[in-house]
């Protein structure tokens, strides 16, 4: 799909040198990658944030409680 945008000479030079490009079209559609990718990781964050999402680490714990009694018995 096409789409037309107005933008300023200084707003492109600006998103030509942010994304690195050097031709307007790919660092228009890059810029708007990044951001949709961006939103989207906002989006996952805030799930977990919230509570929605979550994860179980079972063994976690013990095994850190495991890492330190064998980092106390090395350093003494």
Do not use: C, Y
């Amino acid at each position: 799909m096409k789409v037309t945008v107005e933008l300023s000479d200084t707003e492109m030079t600006e998103i030509l040198e942010l994304t690195g490009e050097r031709k307007k079209g790919p660092a228009i559609r890059r810029l708007m990658e990044e951001a949709l990718q961006q939103h989207r990781r906002a989006q996952i964050a805030q799930r977990f944030l919230s509570g929605e999402w979550g994860v179980e680490l079972e063994s976690f714990e013990s095994d850190q409680e495991r890492e330190r009694q064998r980092n106390q018995e090395f350093a003494a």
